[in-house]
């Protein structure tokens, strides 16, 4: 015989539990990053299918300031371990308007992009080195990472004419220590 006694069933809740229990959620949600519009109403629809109270919680939380495709999009823009097709595809994938998503990648600097991938390939160049064709390597690797062809080839470039300086002067290659005497 079962002793335990049945759970009493739970009281539906009033549409103002509804909404504050949504609402709660949805900052939770944005508590772990920031999302964008469409990927919080993903979220929202999720957990209620009511269309009416999503689109009131989602107005609510970007009245206060807490969801803002803006924001998101400046933030990925700024990223400078990407490159602006990644910027872009990133923007598109996460729901961001196109017209967000052009004004972004337009406000990227050239010139720090280049620099950017300048250092990408500095930092991981000892491991390109070891291949049989580097330059194929860095450039699939910073491609993949979304910098343009462009501005890849100049980085190569650069680095490379650095590289070459470097051992002219009797200097040891990046990453090689200096021999102790």
Do not use: C
């Amino acid at each position: 015989m079962d002793d335990a006694a049945p759970k009493a069933p739970r009281r539906a809740r009033t549409p103002q539990e509804e909404r504050d229990a949504l609402l709660a959620y949805a900052f939770r949600a944005l508590g772990g990053r920031a999302l964008t519009q469409a990927e919080l109403r993903g979220k929202l629809e999720k957990r209620s299918p009511d269309e009416a109270l999503v689109h009131e919680v989602l107005k609510r939380v970007q009245e206060l300031g807490y969801q803002d495709d803006a924001h998101v999009a400046r933030a990925e823009g700024a990223r400078r371990s990407v490159g602006a097709f990644r910027v872009r595809q990133t923007l598109k994938r996460r729901g961001v308007d196109e017209e967000l998503i052009q004004e972004t990648v337009a406000a990227r600097d050239p010139d720090e992009e280049r620099l950017a991938a300048r250092e990408l390939l500095e930092r991981r160049w000892a491991s390109f080195a070891r291949k049989r064709d580097p330059k194929a390597s860095a450039y699939a690797f910073l491609a993949r990472r979304g910098f343009p062809s462009p501005v890849i080839w100049s980085a190569i470039r650069e680095l490379d004419a650095a590289l070459l300086e470097g051992t002219e002067d009797g200097a040891d290659e990046p990453g090689e220590p200096d021999d102790l005497e």
